[in-house]
């Protein structure tokens, strides 16, 4: 009697953590409800009581104001460097239009064929094409990484839509991602602010409109302790070789430095996840990609925000 009794709350207790891990949220590997590799966090084990989690624990006491800054193409999804023309984004429709084109001598199609059997690393047991977007442009699983990240950054966190998705013309496409984040949130979701509205082409634009946003919500910002979280590509460059307002800018701790010096006070905790990825084929193609959150880069934010790794 005593083992069918455990037998049963054994399967109610699977039933009701199945459940309550599709309200907060989905593995951050697969996006599933329940995580494919139980040795790894998933964002329901992000969501326990802190006292309950070690890493969090800090932040029970005193909650510390977060800021994300948020680019979208290179980020939310997969965007491939192509000479001469715009990125193309890493969608099914790209992907299956490529394979078509195989042995055609098409140097785009050539470089998406890259993207898509490029193993990922950290343990995602993958290729690129894992993080393919749909037809909206953009990854189910890189959109679950990111509102893993809102949860894992507190109760007082601030989202900031950093990218050229903030130009009018693109309000549909934000309010649809919006809803999107939503859906992973468990909860309605909004961008609290935009970076003005202004020319930020390039690695160095886009630097320099951070830097200014920083530095004018720091002139503004009472309390003492502030987080910066910088998730971009910018415009899918390399920090290596700028000068931004007279800063030398060879790797993303120079950037991260330069945004801590614009923010102006010593309370700052800046983190910059530079979102690119570039190899060279065995033919001899160079290739550079807006990579998205990979596993990687979202244990480095988390790291991060938490004090724990993935």
């Not at 699983?141 to 839509?161: F, K, M, Q, T, W």
């Not at 309010?175 to 003005?196: N, Q």
């Not at 202004?198 to 720091?218: M, N, T, W």
Request: glycine letters at 8%; a positive charge; one cysteine or more.
């Amino acid at each position: 009697v005593v083992w069918q009794v455990a037998l049963v709350a054994l399967r109610a207790f699977r039933i009701v953590s199945r459940r309550w891990a599709r309200k907060v949220g989905p593995c951050i590997r697969c996006c599933s409800p329940v995580c494919c590799d139980p040795g790894q966090p998933t964002s329901t084990q992000l969501l326990l009581p802190l006292h309950w989690r070690g890493p969090l624990r800090s932040y029970a006491l005193a909650p510390v104001e977060t800021l994300i800054l948020l680019d979208v193409d290179g980020v939310l999804n997969v965007g491939v460097h192509d000479d001469g023309n715009r990125p193309v984004i890493f969608s099914r429709d790209s992907l299956l239009l490529a394979r078509r084109l195989e042995g055609k001598a098409n140097a785009t199609g050539e470089r998406i064929c890259a993207v898509a059997s490029r193993r990922l690393e950290h343990g995602e047991c993958a290729t690129y094409e894992k993080l393919v977007s749909e037809a909206d442009a953009l990854s189910e699983l890189l959109i679950s990484r990111l509102a893993v990240l809102i949860c894992a950054a507190g109760p007082i966190c601030r989202v900031v839509l950093a990218s050229s998705w903030r130009k009018p013309q693109h309000a549909r496409r934000v309010h649809h991602l919006e809803a999107r984040i939503a859906k992973h949130l468990g909860r309605p979701f909004t961008f609290d602010e935009r970076t003005p509205l202004r020319e930020d082409a390039g690695a160095l634009g886009r630097l320099e409109c951070l830097g200014d946003y920083i530095a004018a919500f720091c002139r503004s910002h009472t309390k003492d302790a502030l987080r910066i979280l910088v998730l971009d590509d910018f415009c899918l460059n390399t920090l290596k070789g700028l000068r931004c307002q007279g800063t030398c800018i060879d790797s993303s701790i120079d950037a991260e430095d330069h945004l801590r010096t614009k923010a102006g006070h010593d309370g700052i905790l800046l983190k910059v996840i530079h979102t690119i990825d570039t190899w060279t084929t065995p033919s001899g193609m160079p290739i550079k990609i807006g990579c998205g959150l990979t596993m990687e880069h979202a244990c480095h934010a988390l790291r991060f925000l938490t004090g724990g790794g993935c």
